[in-house]
Nanobody, 113 residues
Framework: QVQLVESGGGLVQAGGSLRLSCAAS????????MGWYRQAPEKQREWVAS?????TLYAEPVKGRFTISRDADNTMYLQMNSLEVEDTALYLC?????????WGQGTQVTVSS
């Protein structure tokens, strides 16, 4: 089992920055996919960014503003700059390896105008 804990969310004004973290614990091993998703009220969960051994990808709305990274102990980060009101959502991390997928509980990001 893997436990994921997100942190770093909060309330920020438009144009500001936040850095989210996703810490993994338990039977970690290696993950072949680590990603961030977000879910705004009354909207479907959407993919934000992901990182694999070969690719780092971003959804179009966040390209150029957000940066995903990971470190050697499988902690994943999402640096979010130039935040917009439309970025307001619950941000969740997801990690995967063959046959397994794990989600965290999420961290709330609220961007005020």
């Amino acid at each position: 089992q893997v436990q994921l804990v997100e942190s770093g969310g909060g309330l920020v004004q438009a144009g500001g920055s936040l850095r989210l973290s996703c810490a993994a614990s338990g039977t970690i091993g290696s993950f072949n996919f680590m990603g961030w998703y977000r879910q705004a009220p009354e909207k479907q969960r959407e993919w934000v960014a992901s990182i694999t051994s070969s690719d780092t990808l971003y959804a179009e709305p966040v390209k150029g503003r957000f940066t995903i990274s990971r470190d050697a102990d499988n902690t994943m980060y999402l640096q979010m700059n130039s935040l917009e009101v439309e970025d307001t959502a619950l941000y969740l991390c997801n990690v995967r390896r063959i046959g397994q997928s794990y989600w965290g509980q999420g961290t709330q990001v609220t961007v005020s105008s």
